[in-house]
């Protein structure tokens, strides 16, 4: 998305200068390689990332480069909560704008966006002009308001697609023909969805709204005050399946595929989807007896390094998330920190905390922690790391000196069980 509403800027006449965590060459802007770097000097500071975690991630690398009066209008989709958080990391002189989009990549090219502001009337007005290159404005009120509208809107667009997704399965199990089906679907409220739907699943395999988005959409929109949306959150639950077994890169009409496979597993005789072995949260028959306990759902998200395919990063049961120990290792496995037990501490919570926030849980639910550590010597800066982030009450915790981790620069490992709300 960034990358087509960044070349409406461009073309629109506008001095852009850009960063993406993948360094991208971007004809007629200016490419800088740190956030600082590409903040510094500029009026105006528009992001447009994958999750919160990413947001505040990038944000607080922006800071040292960030001018006292700049406007930063944040695009992306992380709802109202992380906005909050946002203007507080934010220097007191800074203005904010929320301003979540509703479209693809298509109409970011198009400038056909509709795009949903919240903010002061004087920081809308800064960037009214500029959010009007993407398409169609909306200003829908105060800070965060934006954020909550796309939440809300969310909640009902993309339950609705899971929803036509099993039904275009159910009914090739009827018998239904799919193409008469989807030709009465047609005259319905729900046609231009289930067409649009059905031509992407049958289309060119072009990702436009990627599944884990959705996914994370909708355990944003299903947390906190959003607790009670029980169809967004079967909607949820599916689609983090799907992304478990590794659909999670491709578009949102995937799920087509998913469901149909996943209805021919529940068969009597089925076997798994392709793609993945079946891991749906939900009851299942064990034992004989319908219903009597939960899949359980393994979780790797996209905002931590990858696994090394032994261990999944979590496993979800029911409403408890048992996350596996981290480390400080990057993408390349290489130990971040060398030496410095602060710095390997910060950047396993940092790590925690995106799982968590992955599955819509946070360190105040926590649970239970374990600690590994090589040196008991140095448990004081572990625990000023750790302070930071688990706060309040603490949960019950366990600390053990070992005599070696996996990776032999490695200084600490922290798994974590916790409660998803």
């Known amino acids: 998305m960034g990358a087509p509403m960044a070349r409406r800027l461009v073309d629109a006449g506008h001095k852009v200068t850009v960063w993406n965590r993948t360094r991208k060459e971007f004809p007629g802007a200016t490419v800088a390689a740190t956030p600082a770097e590409a903040v510094a000097d500029a009026g105006l500071v528009l992001t447009m990332l994958a999750d919160p975690d990413a947001v505040e991630d990038v944000t607080r690398s922006a800071l040292p480069g960030l001018r006292p009066d700049a406007l930063i209008v944040e695009m992306s989709t992380i709802g109202p909560d992380a906005v909050a958080r946002l203007r507080r990391t934010l220097p007191s002189g800074a203005g904010l704008v929320d301003a979540p989009v509703l479209g693809s990549v298509a109409p970011a090219e198009e400038g056909r966006l509709v795009v949903l502001a919240g903010g002061s009337t004087e920081d809308l007005a800064r960037c009214r002009d500029v959010l009007a290159v993407f398409g169609t404005v909306r200003e829908v009120g105060r800070l965060g308001a934006g954020a909550a509208l796309k939440l809300a809107v969310m909640s009902a667009l993309v339950p609705a697609q899971v929803m036509l997704a099993e039904n275009l399965a159910y009914a090739e ?249």
């Not at 709204?209 to 599916?238: F, H, I, N």
């Not at 600690?371 to 706060?391: P, S």
Request: proline fraction near 5%.
């Open 173 to 421: 199990r009827l018998g239904v023909g799919r193409d008469v089906f989807l030709d009465i679907l047609a005259g319905t409220p729900l046609g231009a969805l289930a067409g649009r739907l059905d031509a992407a699943a049958t289309g060119p395999a072009e990702t436009r709204y990627a599944l884990g988005l959705a996914a994370k959409d909708l355990r944003l929109a299903t947390g906190g005050t959003g607790a009670g949306q029980t169809v967004a959150a079967a909607a949820r639950d599916l689609l983090a399946a799907a992304e478990a077994a590794g659909l999670g890169s491709e578009d949102l009409s995937a799920v087509v595929r998913w469901a149909a496979g996943a209805a021919d597993a529940a068969a009597p005789g089925g076997s798994a989807p392709a793609g993945g072995e079946i891991r749906a949260t939900g009851p299942v028959a064990a034992s004989g007896s319908p219903g009597s306990r939960k899949a359980a759902v393994r979780i790797n998200p996209s905002t931590v390094p990858p696994t090394n395919g032994r261990y999944s990063h979590a496993v979800r049961f029911g409403d408890l998330l048992f996350v596996s120990g981290q480390v400080a290792a990057d993408g390349d496995g290489r130990v971040v920190g060398e030496g410095d037990m602060a710095r390997q501490s910060e950047y396993v919570f940092e790590c925690l905390g995106r799982i968590l926030a992955d599955q819509g849980s946070s360190f105040d639910d926590v649970i239970h922690v374990k600690t590994f550590v090589t040196d008991m010597d140095r448990l004081l800066d572990y625990a000023k790391a750790r302070a930071r982030y688990l706060t309040g009450e603490p949960p019950s915790s366990t600390t053990v000196e070992v005599g070696r981790l996996f990776l032999p620069d490695a200084l600490l490992e922290v798994e974590v069980i916790a409660a998803i709300p």
